[in-house]
């Protein structure tokens, strides 16, 4: 028992610096990646850049005290190949291949040193080396769990599991400040004036790389010196957060989103007045932030996910503290959504709707029912296959919804109910639409506006002389319901268009 006792606690210890010297490691290659490559074609740097990569596998390997097979080495000839040949060669189709098959070669590198036997790989194995870095997400938080792992006379220490929920927090909050900024200009306004020396937008994409890098370069030495033996003297490991560090990150990124949405209520729901003070105009600033806001959306979600998944447990209830901040995330995500609601509107008053704006719409609404779901799963204990199972039938949902809607022929009737409220039309768009359209956009001729008619029906015209999307098929086995109604609709209006067209190019003439 006692030597089973030993062997734990130093494999806990040797855990621990292992994720520190990989820790260390990884941001020395994410700071030495901007220096040899941000704004710099790939030259010497690169062959450079792969020997300090492999020189962190064999500097990793000695430290963990993990046997190298021989079967290894040999791949280092092909890898230095390919890489010198960056350095040598300028063809840029070359260079390309040349930079993919040391980055791949990399990556099998990484799955040897995992474990792995090069002589057994299948044809799926070396098709798998393509989604390997999608592997490297759980050995990322396993590393870092050991980075923060207490030592014997520290364990429980409050200030160690503050420092590690503001360590996990802060990626996301520059990336959530970043999407902010960029989707609001009066926030980006505050932000700019609040850091009181002149931040350079570069500077901050710079140290944005590195951090990506960073991470990115933990996870990946992280799964090649991965410890499975440990397995079977000691249980499975279980990824867990404290109460405390989901807390903090959680409570940070509600303070965050709190604050924008403060900006959201006076500024964007607040009025033309109080926007036109700052110095922007109402559509200038409605136009922007749409795609950013629901970036934020969609990895709160991926966030809320991950963290519901490995917060520790009251048993099997997750404690209430946790659903009070998750719940409050939830609800501020929520009005962020509305924020992003209000802009799409807002920016098809002033330019119409498109069919990418209306899947916009959709999206939107098909995100509050996942966060509706996970808002039922965080407080009634479901099962993760129950929430995906609810998901999937909600994408199910959707999409037939969307087909039983008719997407183009839902946005052709919008902008011919816009056009008679404000007289404007994008006769280009509508004439690009499918067959699906098309009784909706035939309507065009219908209205009063001469030259909005006659350019809607030279565009329609000028199309279905070049393809044949309005024809009946030349096999049954192409026939198609949407093209067969609306064959006949242009055969019934060809005269019409023809005369409309003919008139306009005279006239152009």
């Known amino acids: 028992m006692f030597d089973c006792f030993m062997k734990v606690k130093n494999g806990a210890f040797e855990s621990l610096n292992r994720a520190r010297i990989i820790t260390v490691l990884s941001l020395v290659l994410g700071v030495l990646f901007d220096y040899l490559f941000y704004a710099k074609a790939p030259g010497i740097n690169f062959p450079l850049y792969i ?4 020189a962190g596998l064999w500097l990793i390997a000695r430290f963990s005290k993990k046997p190298i097979e021989k079967n290894i080495f040999w791949l280092l000839f092909p890898l230095l190949f390919f890489s010198v040949m960056v350095f040598v060669r300028a063809s840029l189709l070359l260079t390309f291949l040349n930079i993919i098959a040391s980055l791949l070669l990399l990556l099998i590198l990484a799955e040897l040193f995992s474990g792995k036997k090069l002589r057994n790989f299948l044809i799926k194995d070396y098709l798998k080396i393509f989604f390997l870095p999608l592997k490297f997400v759980s050995p990322l938080f396993q590393t870092l769990a050991d980075l923060f792992r207490p030592s014997a006379k520290n364990k429980g220490k409050v200030w160690r599991q503050i420092l590690k929920g503001i360590f996990l927090a802060v990626p996301f909050l520059l990336v959530f400040l970043l999407l902010f900024s960029s989707a609001d200009l009066v926030f980006h306004k505050y932000v700019s004036d609040l850091i009181s020396f002149d931040v350079n937008p570069e500077i901050i994409f710079r140290l944005f790389l590195v951090l990506a890098l960073t991470i ?16 079977v003297i000691t249980k499975p490991r279980v990824y867990r957060l404290e109460k405390l560090e989901s807390a903090v990150l959680l409570g940070l990124i509600n303070l965050l989103f709190f604050v924008f949405i403060l900006f959201q209520l006076t500024y964007l729901f607040g009025g033309e007045a109080n926007i036109s003070l700052q110095g922007f105009t109402y559509a200038e600033y409605a136009r922007r932030g749409f795609f950013e806001l629901i970036a934020v959306a969609a990895i709160s979600l991926l966030l809320l996910l991950g963290v519901e998944k490995y917060v520790a447990k009251k048993e099997t209830a997750h404690f209430r503290e946790f659903k009070i901040l998750g719940t409050a995330l939830v609800i501020q995500v929520g009005l962020i959504m509305a924020s992003a609601l209000r802009r799409l509107s807002l920016y098809e008053q002033a330019y119409g709707f498109t069919v990418l704006r209306l899947y916009s719409h959709v999206f939107i609404i098909f995100l509050a029912v996942a ?47 816009r056009f008679y409220q404000t007289g404007d ?55 198609n319901l949407s093209r067969a109604r609306a064959g006949k609709i242009i055969n019934f209006f060809k005269e019409d268009l023809e005369g409309e067209c003919q008139d306009y190019l005279q006239v152009g003439e």
């Open 216 to 231: 990115f370069y933990i996870g990946a030495y992280g799964y090649a010196f991965e410890e499975k033996e440990n397995q």
């Open 425 to 479: 039309l994008d006769v280009s768009y509508l004439s690009s639409l499918s067959s699906d359209a098309l009784p909706q956009t035939i309507k065009v001729l219908d209205i009063a506006d001469e030259k909005l008619r006659k350019d809607f029906a030279c565009q329609l015209y000028g199309r279905v002389q070049e393809e044949n999307s309005f024809s009946f098929p030349s096999s049954w086995q192409a026939f």
């Open 371 to 417: 966060f509706g779901f996970l808002l039922y799963k965080i407080h009634k204990n479901q099962e993760e296959k129950n929430f995906a199972y609810h998901v999937f039938l909600s994408l199910i949902f959707f999409l037939a919804a969307m087909n039983f809607l008719n997407p183009e022929a839902f946005v052709a009737r919008r902008n011919l109910e």
């Open 51 to 54: 020997f300090l990569l492999t």
